[in-house]
């Protein structure tokens, strides 16, 4: 089971620390993806991190999302950065049990997903 917990709302140029919560299993063997999804667009995978530390970003977050895991807490954390309106979106965490020494993929597919958590930027 996966749970995000950090959104709210925020004003342009601002920061948020999102979180996500696995509990069950063995963390250390989870990739653990971040997705996003506004009104009206598709969903968009932002950045990943695979079950040996190893990250992905997205052109659209790179420079100003940051990913990190603590395995001891179970936990996956997405800080982001110098957030516009155009960030405003659900985020979604989601998780996976992919082959040993394989890189995350901010495009492939997921198993679990957690419930959400929203982001609005607005003035």
């Known amino acids: 089971r996966l749970v995000e917990s950090g959104g709210g709302l925020v004003q342009p140029g601002g920061s948020l620390r999102l979180s996500c919560a696995l509990s069950?299993?063995?963390?250390?063997?989870?990739?653990i993806a971040w997705f996003r999804q506004a009104p009206g667009k598709e969903r968009e995978g932002i950045s990943c991190?695979?079950?040996?530390?190893?990250?992905v970003y997205s052109d659209s977050v790179k420079g100003r999302f940051t990913i990190s895991r603590d395995n001891d807490k179970s936990t996956v954390f997405l800080q982001v950065n110098s957030l516009s309106p155009e960030d405003t979106a659900m985020y979604y965490c989601?998780?996976?049990?992919?082959?040993?020494?394989?890189?995350?993929?901010?495009?492939?597919?997921?198993?679990?997903w957690g419930q959400g958590a929203q982001v609005t930027v607005s003035s």
């Open positions: 069950g299993g063995n963390f250390r063997y989870y990739a």
């Open positions: 991190s695979s079950a040996d530390g190893r990250v």
């Open positions: 989601a998780a996976s049990i992919p082959p040993a020494f394989t890189l995350c993929n901010i495009d492939g597919e997921y198993d679990w």
